[in-house]
């Protein structure tokens, strides 16, 4: 059997390279995605890339397209194509967005897209912008369309709606709607408000008024799917064994004969980061696990024997509680204690790698969403919501190169490549835990008592969901201490304690999370076992609330 050569060998940690500074423009977006340009496309790859207008569902296009098996990457709209001719993109899908395609400045596809023979999807704004830049006709509906419509197909041989029923529900959310194809283009189905709803032309060019990429339209996984194997000829190279070849051969030509400190916070993916450098690298790599008095009760030592146990790589414990809390006196705003927990880190960091001399990467955890969410308002696409330490929050003077394997890889990726590196699923499936730790989950001033109040509040929450077995169903579940107080009644003696609210929320990789609902006995334990087990707490509130609106933090 011929052996298939990683096809992502140069993938990981495109900003490995760079300085700190010039990473950070990248997190920021000043540099495109962060793909280093100058490398020749790879035959053994295969990428899919998505051009972003804004829309909210452009990342779950990429993710659609990567169950298919296909890495895919969003890119922006002005980005050039030497920028990204070594993922060797063997088609190309336009999202959607809020603009309207005939108003002056209006985002438009550069022109490679359409000159270098790809096969193109346009999604709703997508696809009125190919259709308006190759030359068909846009305008405003009277009508919105929002919401379930049938989409009735008038051809049957489309490979793109190959094996799909000749009505489906699809899923519409547009103001604008297509009054004329492009020359060339044939209209492939309609709804009862879009005459227009498909089209395509003999090159592979196709638009889609709908959103495929959506529960809502429930074969639209099976036509993405149609279009990254049918119409694009792609194979199904993302898969973890791929990318762990790949990553690990990738990390040994960076890191030659250097030395990497790795930060271990105790969650999935700076054990799976960690695992991959030392499977390239083995004792050149040295971990280092900072205890910033931000954990959640018995960390540390969980931490400590799960890594012992699991790694077996040199592990440095650095316990700076007392400077962390020091630095965050005082600090209410939840960026500012980011900013400072970020520059603690590295603080830390410098100290205790000073001792190993030659350290010259460090390696972290840092994740897709992680770079799509702390992008700068600047960026245009996608606003900033929070800074994650991890990325945003660097100081520019630190002096060692970053090493982030898993920079492309949404959550569930990470998991999956935990599981083929062998590591045990207490690890790969623990919950998310947001890098500023139980800071984020005390509203306001953090201090040492507020920080124990929550600690045995999230205790009695853990307990019960790990219990009732919850805990892998569940994406995220946690208190948070609120700065409310309020009076309650315990025996014959008024109170007025701390109000701690529960949350617990299903997610596949927090971009969108929903309020899990919790079983009424589970929740009236969780409040019961709070309200007489943590001295200072007598109320209890429950979360109900989705992102959006909400985040899954509080902070
Ligand atoms: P939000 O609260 O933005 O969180 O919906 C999305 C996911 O990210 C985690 N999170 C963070 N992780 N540094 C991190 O490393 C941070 O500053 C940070 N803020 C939120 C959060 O727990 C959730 O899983």
Not at 263 to 286: M, W
């Amino acid at each position: 059997m011929t052996q298939i050569p990683p096809p992502y060998s140069r993938r990981v940690a495109a900003s490995d390279d760079l300085e700190v500074s010039a990473y950070l423009e990248i997190a920021q977006g000043k540099c495109g995605q962060g793909s280093a340009p100058d490398q020749p496309a790879d035959p053994q790859r295969e990428a899919i890339l998505v051009i972003d207008f804004g829309s909210q569902y452009s990342r779950l296009i990429a993710r659609r397209v990567r169950e298919s098996k296909v890495y895919c990457e969003i890119i922006e709209h002005e980005t050039p194509w030497e920028s990204v001719e070594h993922l060797n993109p063997r088609g190309v899908i336009l999202s959607g967005g809020p603009a309207s395609v005939y108003e002056p400045g209006a985002p438009t596809a550069p022109w490679w897209v359409y000159d270098k023979g790809l096969p193109v999807l346009g999604i709703c704004y997508g696809m009125q912008v190919l259709v308006h830049q190759l030359g068909g006709e846009v305008a405003p509906s009277a009508r919105r369309e929002f919401g379930h419509a049938v989409l009735h197909r008038n051809t049957q041989d489309e490979p793109l709606f190959s094996g799909l029923p000749a009505s489906m529900p699809v899923w519409m959310s547009h103001g604008d709607r297509i009054i004329a194809p492009p020359p060339g283009f044939e209209t492939l189905a309609y709804t009862e408000n879009s005459p227009v709803a498909a089209i395509g032309n003999r090159r592979g060019i196709a638009g889609i008024q709908f959103h495929p990429e959506v529960v809502h339209t429930p074969d639209g996984k099976a036509l993405l799917d149609n279009f990254v194997h049918s119409v694009c000829g792609c194979q199904a190279l993302w898969t973890p064994a791929n990318f762990v070849a790949g990553a690990i051969e990738d990390i040994r030509s960076k890191v030659g004969d250097g030395k990497v400190i790795c930060a271990l916070s105790g969650g999935v993916d700076s054990a799976v980061a960690a695992t991959l450098i030392h499977k390239a690298v083995g004792e050149q790599l040295t971990c280092i696990f900072v205890n910033n008095g931000l954990l959640r009760r018995e960390e540390p030592e969980r931490v400590l024997d799960t890594f012992k146990k699991h790694l077996g790589v040199p592990l440095v414990y650095a316990d700076a509680s007392d400077q962390f809390l020091d630095a965050l006196s005082e600090v209410i705003d939840p960026e500012e204690k980011r900013r400072v927990i970020g520059e603690e880190f590295i603080r830390v960091f410098e100290r205790e790698a000073a001792w190993l001399g030659t350290a010259n990467f460090l390696a972290q955890g840092t994740l897709y969403p992680d770079i799509i969410e702390s992008k700068t308002p600047e960026n245009k696409v996608a606003a900033k919501i929070k800074t994650h330490h991890n990325v945003g929050g660097l100081p520019s003077r630190m002096k060692l190169k970053l090493i982030e394997p898993l920079r492309y890889l949404f959550k569930d990726e990470v998991r999956e490549v935990g599981l083929e590196l062998g590591l045990a699923e207490e690890v790969v499936y623990r919950q998310p835990f947001p890098g500023p730790g139980l800071a984020i989950r005390v509203m306001g001033e953090v201090t040492k008592d507020k920080l124990e109040v929550l600690r045995a509040a999230d205790w009695v929450v853990m307990d019960e969901i790990k219990a009732n077995g919850l805990y892998r169903r569940l994406w995220q579940s946690f208190a948070v201490l609120t700065n409310t107080q309020t009076v309650g009644v315990t025996g014959d003696y008024r109170t007025y304690g701390h109000v701690v609210a529960v949350r617990a929320v299903t997610s596949t990789e927090a971009m969108t999370a929903d309020w899990a609902r919790l079983p009424y006995q589970v929740l009236a334990r969780i409040s019961n076992r709070i309200a007489n087990e943590v001295p200072g707490v007598n109320r209890v509130v429950f979360d109900i609330t989705s992102k959006p609106p909400g985040t899954i933090e509080w902070e």
